[in-house]
């Protein structure tokens, strides 16, 4: 087993939560595209922003695609597989868009994909930095004898483990239809373009609750569940398969890593991605298959 991919028990690949009764796929709202992605046994987390849910929702199309047929193309030799697949179908929008300069094209597509490859990174990164810091959360609580105390009160407001917590919970809420006004959308992406020194990459992705320079109001959001949920609160709030709420947060993690791992291993396959992906895997510690 490499570094931070592992295999769910048969229980955690239960889906949290049941599709209503008459949805559409082809009608999707955004409480809907969450449960799809949840729903998803290939997929079966929270994406944390619109830029990785859009991401993880259109790689479900490919991810199953041979190389050589699918049904979003018509058959075609030797045409990659699965994510490397959807990364030549944006590849080609490039040498189309650019059909009188080819040269531009090809480089145009080559920085589009470097750019996908980064950002399956960050999702990637974010994932078991975020599960690592859930980990830590859910020890510390095990460990505490009072469960009449709160989370800021028995391990401060700046535990580790609240940011990814919080967001679980919000997205958990948001995904069922019933997240209240916040005063923020928790799905808004944060990118940083500014001070990159890496000719490959041209921004960082960021969701509105972990990373660097948190906005204020999200930060007092995410302090509001510190001093409010009790020692007591987290152990006992089931959510569904007879998790509580640290244990859904650290599986939805798990089960993202899972998913960016896989793509940036499928990104390898084709030659303009696999550059990136491979750094990221190794940055990472994880092994490239």
């Known amino acids: ?69 699918g049904a979003w193309r018509p058959p075609h030799k030797g045409h990659p597989a699965k994510t490397a697949g959807q990364l030549q179908e944006v590849f080609r929008f490039h040498e ?15 920085r589009a994909l470097r750019s996908i490859a980064f950002s399956f990174g960050d999702y990637l990164a974010n994932a078991i930095a975020q599960k690592s810091a859930l980990d830590k959360l859910k020890a510390d609580v095990a460990d505490c004898p009072n469960p009449k105390v709160t989370l800021a009160e028995e391990l401060g407001a ?33 990118q940083v373009r500014d001070g990159i020194d890496d000719p490959d990459r041209n921004k960082y992705v960021y969701d509105q609750y972990t990373g660097e320079d ?26 569904r398969g007879n998790f509580n709420l640290i244990d859904s947060a650290v599986i939805d993690q798990q089960k993202r890593i899972n998913f960016w791992t896989g793509r940036l291993r499928e990104a390898r396959q084709h030659l303009a991605a696999r550059p990136i992906a491979d750094r990221v895997l190794a940055s990472l510690g994880i092994a490239i298959r």
């Open 1 to 69: 087993m490499v570094k931070g991919e592992q295999s769910p028990s048969p229980k955690e690949q239960e889906p949290l939560f049941e599709l209503p009764e008459g949805w559409q796929e082809d009608r999707l709202d955004n409480r809907d595209k969450l449960r799809a992605l949840g729903y998803d046994p290939r997929a079966g987390f929270l994406p944390t922003t619109h830029t990785e849910k859009t991401a993880a929702l259109t790689l479900l199309d490919y991810i199953d695609v041979p190389s050589e047929r």
């Open 96 to 110: 189309k868009l650019h059909r009188d300069a080819p040269a531009t094209g090809k480089e145009e597509g080559g």
């Open 158 to 190: 700046d535990h580790p483990g609240i940011a990814p917590l919080r967001r679980f919970f919000d997205l958990y809420e948001l995904r069922k239809g019933t997240f209240p006004a916040i005063g923020f959308d928790p799905l808004k992406p944060r």
């Open 214 to 239: 948190v906005d204020p109001v999200v930060a007092a959001h995410i302090a509001k569940l510190a001093e409010t949920f009790k020692i007591g609160t987290v152990r006992t709030t089931i959510l």
